[in-house]
């Protein structure tokens, strides 16, 4: 038989995985490399979870302060908190996405200019979209009793949610501005800034809430103050700090255009945001309407809280 039809089709393959040649031409195993790989990827995602815990003991303590005055006054923050993530904070969220991959091809092919051109035109977006949800935001009181809310409740979750209307703008900035940092790599801002909110968050909603006794308005009132305090100190970062220098450039009218190339990959994003989290609020909200609405909804609010975490 010919020699010829005894070799394989394929050359073996049997030592691809024994090492990988650095730079200096040897080889090292293959699960030093996956190792130090995961110990990148881990030095990016360990400080993104702490961004989000400290953002979401922000909820989870103004539930618990809000909590001491009632279970009236929760159900009110709990149900305002529902409806403000469903018809507002989700959207932007999902809006902001879309700058994730538009600045990540920016910085990727070393196009710097084009993140603060992107990030403002985000900005321009979100705030624009803010202004109907803010409106929508101002008459809660009177649409949720038209879907079997109590109107105790009502009126409860209705002043919540009108003080969070100053921090919905803010908000919208400072998802904007996280993304821009986010496709840098510059993680420790972000947690920079959530460490401060936080510092300055516990002791103004105990403030508000109890020596003000503006009950869950202060609370409420809180994180919208303490919105615009992450916009501040990431403002601050970003204006200063030499590490956005060859991303940073002034605002001009070029981001005014393109917004329709924008919003056709805001508006996918945002869909996808919003409807995995509407399936967690719609919850909440369908609570209101049960035998005992206050304790239901006052459980179940601390309950999502406790799960966030």
Known sequence: MDSSSEAPLLPSRGNEHKGVPDEAGDKRPWWREAAEESGRLAALAAPMIAVALLQLLMQLISTVMVGHLGEVALAGAAIANSLTNVSGFSVLIGLACALETICGQAYGAEQYHK??????????????????????????????????????????????????????????????????????????PMVLSSMITLAVFIPL??????????????????????????????????????SCEKTRAPLTWEAFKGIGSFMSLAVPSALMICLEWWSYELLVLLSGILPNPALETSVLSIWYASVEL
Do not use: H
């Open 205 to 242: 909603c105990w403030f508000l809430v109890y020596k003000v006794g503006m009950g869950n308005a202060g609370a409420a009132l809180s994180v919208s103050i303490c919105d615009w305090v992450e916009v501040i100190v990431l403002g601050l970062y970003i204006k200063f700090s030499p």
């Open 115 to 188: 993140l603060s051109l992107y990030t403002y035109r985000s900005i321009i977006v979100l705030l624009i979209v803010s202004v109907p949800i803010a409106i929508v935001w101002v008459f809660i009181p009177e649409v949720l009793p038209l879907i079997g809310q109590q109107p105790e409740i009502a009126n409860e979750a209705g002043k919540y949610a009108l003080w969070l209307i100053p921090g919905l703008f803010a908000f919208s900035v400072a998802q904007c501005f996280s993304k821009f940092l986010q496709c840098q790599s510059l993680i420790f």
